[in-house]
């Protein structure tokens, strides 16, 4: 096995991997000290509530996702997590709240995000393209999970090299 490192992603990385393995004890403990080098970075949190739904412990899965979610409120992976261990404790009131709750930060989010792709394409029209490519750059680092921000800079880039 390779030699751990103390990088925060690193030790996500080898976390993710203990879990498909089905250590979870050992992908726990990589977890638990990412969430002590960055306690800003909300993906140990959610890693390590998600380790004990995967070891069937739903009670304990749904104290970490408390947690996580005292931290992160406004975090969508942690409310759509929070919702679905509800679910599977068969709290459906509970659960369904917070799965709304996720759908409308969702949905807020993409609105905000198609307004970022518009003012860079805004920015395109009125002759500015290295402004644009700023905005649909930042829309990347925002919503790295979405296809939008991605095409709209690659459709930039591919207007940039048919005109050079």
Known sequence: MQKQTNDIQSLIDHG?????????????????KAQAKRPSNPTPFIAFAHAA??????????KRWKLAYDKFPDNLLI???LGNIYLELKNLEEG????????????TSNKVMYEYIENGNKLLQAGD????EEVFIEAQMKWP????????????????????
């Open 79 to 81: 409310l759509k997590g």
């Open 16 to 32: 993710f991997l203990l879990l498909v393995a089905g250590k979870y004890n050992k992908a726990e403990e990589l977890f638990l």
């Open 53 to 62: 739904q995967l070891k069937n412990d739903n009670n304990l899965s749904l």
């Open 129 to 132: 393209p290295a402004k644009a």
């Open 96 to 107: 369904s709240n917070y799965l709304i709750e996720a759908q409308k930060l969702e949905a």
């Open 145 to 164: 999970d979405k296809l939008a921000p991605f095409h709209a800079h690659h459709r930039l880039l591919e207007t940039n090299r048919r005109n050079s």
